[in-house]
């Protein structure tokens, strides 16, 4: 079993920045896909980012040039940098790793999450 622990979440103000942190229990393997996922009161889970093990990230529409997502499979960690938040960022957020294998997921692991509220 694999278990992940996020962290950096918290209260910040409308234009300011947070850095979310995921560590997984386990190695991080380069075909393993991070990503990280969020979800508001009311609404369902939706996509933020995701990034492979070349680097190569897709960033959700309303978060393109806002935030950035990193890995370091030596730390077993995954990042996303926030900056230019804004109120309807708030949410609740996942850190997410799946295998993926010709499309057809192996496995598909959840953190607990991190709450994020963004408020004057």
């Known amino acids: 079993q694999v278990q992940l622990v996020e962290s950096g979440g918290g209260l910040v103000q409308p234009g300011g920045s947070l850095r979310l942190s995921c560590t997984a229990s386990?190695?991080?393997?380069?075909?393993?896909?991070m990503g990280w996922y969020r979800q508001a009161p009311g609404k369902e889970r939706e996509l933020v980012a995701t990034?492979?093990?070349?680097?190569?990230?897709v960033y959700a529409d309303f978060v393109k040039g806002r935030f950035t997502i990193s890995r370091d499979n030596a730390k077993s960690t995954v990042y996303l940098q926030m900056n230019s938040l804004k109120p309807e960022d708030t949410a609740i957020y996942y850190c997410?790793?799946?295998?993926?294998?010709?499309?057809?997921?192996?496995?598909?692991?959840w953190g607990q999450g991190t709450q994020v509220t963004v408020s004057s």
């Open positions: 997410n790793i799946r295998k993926v294998l010709r499309g057809a997921v192996l496995y598909d692991y």
């Open positions: 990034i492979g093990g070349g680097g190569d990230a």
């Open positions: 386990r190695i991080i393997f380069s075909i393993d896909v």
